[in-house]
């Protein structure tokens, strides 16, 4: 991309991730949740945000 084009879609504001991951991690720490592995938190929290996502159809979104 050069200067003059502008995203299709604006990119989600690294404070606001640095924010989520760090109080996703602090919960996890302090449940003692696994990351990976056997029921792992990371793959609960993505399917949680696939399924919440705008534009889903029956459990999966139209773009990714």
Known sequence: MTDNE???VEPVED???DEVVERLMDRADASGA???GEGELL???TQAVLERAPGRRDGRTSRL
Request: aromatic share 0%; proline share 8%; charged share 15%.
């Open 6 to 8: 502008t995203p299709a």
């Open 15 to 17: 404070k606001l991730v």
């Open 34 to 36: 696994a990351l990976l």
């Open 43 to 45: 793959s609960e929290v």
